[in-house]
């Protein structure tokens, strides 16, 4: 993959502190990429990590998911990084599901869980294409 990688982090609550310590393990990776999140998930990352370029959207419950999604079927992201709680019932989860499955449907590389996200930027980091 060339140019900029366009990457979507998303957090639910209880996976939040994984996500913004994941996301400053890997602050010069992300620093150049354009960075689109959910509302609550961007805010945390951009206050964690300043040098991140980062687009927030709504907040999950009220339309982000389904915002990425959007994004997804536009061709507008390369790789999506979605630390889910598996735990809790989400009053949006057929969002979630939604997100999930057009990110299937479009072959975009998504990592569920923190391993699988560790995997994946260490991939993108060296330089080889995710897909
Ligand atoms: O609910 C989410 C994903 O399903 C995340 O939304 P927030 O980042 O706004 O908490």
């Keep these: 993959m060339t140019g900029r990688q366009r990457v979507a982090l998303i957090a639910h609550d209880q996976k939040k502190d994984d996500l913004v310590a994941f996301a400053k393990a890997h602050e010069p990776f992300l620093s150049d990429a ?32 389904q915002q990425i999604g959007a994004l997804i079927a536009e061709g507008a992201v390369d790789l999506i990084i979605f630390f889910v709680d598996p735990l809790t019932p989400m009053p949006h989860d057929l969002d979630v599901k939604a997100l999930m499955r057009l990110a299937i449907v479009y072959d975009i590389p998504m990592a569920l869980n923190a391993a699988t996200a560790e995997a994946l930027l260490l991939h993108a980091e060296a330089g080889l294409t995710a897909r």
Excluded: F, H, M, W
């Design 34 to 65: 354009a960075i689109v999140a959910t509302g609550t998930t961007g805010g945390r990352v951009a206050e964690a990590c300043p040098s991140l370029d980062v687009k927030r959207l709504k907040s999950g419950p009220l339309g982000g998911d």
